[in-house]
């Protein structure tokens, strides 16, 4: 079923999220397809960047983003005299999947990863995972409402707008827009959580074997 990736190579562009695979495989992604690629990663990079004031940047996301030590390298490469602090947040996924965004679990569980982060005088945390400004809400009680929260998701919206802007390419005309879904999981769970994400119902939602995309990788 090779479709879903020869479709790709006929776009725009391709915005490459969530962090994990921007971490630890953009640079072969952007070898693999003809049109430019955009991983997440940099944007928020540069907006928490910034926006520090004094120099203490703290970055929150799953073990292999942190692991990876891709957000500290790239903000360290835009003003090597900010400070990063990281921190792994695995259970933060599974809360948001479960809905569990403002309760007392949520909050408990912040508090529990956050604590040492807070105590450290951070002004500025990024969301290192496209699941975690589901709680802002609560990473701001456990943080304080002066902690300046950098959404990876949304810096590359802004990024991608101004560059399909600068090059002619973005949407004009009144037709709507065109979504299709690949799911390599369940489709139903994945249009139930998806739906807390874009706050809209998902449809046109198929599902593929990654079988298949290694074997069309292997073809390109």
Not at 124 to 144: A, D, N, S
């Amino acid at each position: 079923m090779p479709e879903p990736v020869l479709e790709m190579t006929a776009g725009k562009l391709l915005v490459f999220m969530p962090n994990v695979p921007d971490a630890v495989s953009l640079e072969i992604i952007r070898h693999t397809f003809k049109i430019p690629v955009m991983g997440v990663i940099e944007p928020g990079a540069r907006a928490a960047a910034t926006a520090t004031r004094n120099g203490l940047v703290g970055v929150i996301g799953t073990e292999a983003t942190i692991k990876s030590g891709a957000y500290g390298r790239a903000i360290r490469g835009i003003d090597d005299s900010i400070r990063v602090i990281e921190r792994s947040c695995p259970l933060f996924v599974p809360l948001v999947e479960e809905g569990w965004l403002n309760d007392e679990v949520a909050e408990l569980v912040a508090r529990r990863y956050l604590s040492g982060m807070k105590l450290s005088n951070i002004d500025t945390l990024v969301l290192g995972c496209t699941h975690y400004p589901l709680l802002k809400q609560v990473i701001k009680k456990v943080m304080g409402e002066d902690i300046v929260l950098i959404d990876s998701a949304i810096e590359k919206a802004k990024n991608v707008s101004k560059i399909l802007r600068t090059s002619g390419l973005l949407k004009t005309e009144d037709t709507p827009a065109f979504r299709k879904y690949y799911v390599t999981d369940c489709p139903e769970r994945f249009q139930k959580i998806g739906k807390r994400f874009m706050l809209d119902s998902l449809e046109d939602i198929t599902r593929i074997e990654i079988a298949s995309l290694e074997e069309t990788a292997v073809a390109l």
